[in-house]
């Protein structure tokens, strides 16, 4: 993982010299740039996509845990049938025909 000091840095007195909209073009065509104060970070300005991919792999990482952890305690004698779950919701097969079908990822 790369250093929070490698990613394009700028000093956070630019921001006081109209400098601002210059910086957030840079943010949207690099992703990130690292805000420094005294040589020292002090936040990361990420562009909304770049936002946005982060969001989605967090998500992507925590249904992987899940997942991971379901199927080291996985009990294949803990399954039930589709009939029994039908009879335990009382569903039948015409209730369902009622839904539109759903895409999964």
Do not use: W
């Not at 109209?18 to 957030?24: D, P, R, T």
């Not at 305690?73 to 009622?98: C, G, Q, V, W």
């Amino acid at each position: 993982m790369p250093s929070v000091l490698s990613a394009n840095t700028i000093p956070i007195s630019l921001f006081g010299h109209c400098e601002s909209e210059k910086i957030f073009e840079n943010v949207t065509k690099q992703g990130t740039m690292v805000v420094t104060k005294n040589h020292l970070p002090e936040c990361v300005l990420i562009s909304p996509m770049e936002y946005m991919r982060i969001v989605e792999e967090l998500n992507d990482l925590s249904l992987l845990t899940v997942a991971t952890d379901r199927m080291a305690h996985f009990d294949p004698s803990s399954l039930i049938s589709e009939k029994e779950m039908y009879r335990r919701f009382n569903l039948t097969e015409a209730d369902l025909a009622e839904f539109d079908e759903i895409e999964i990822e």
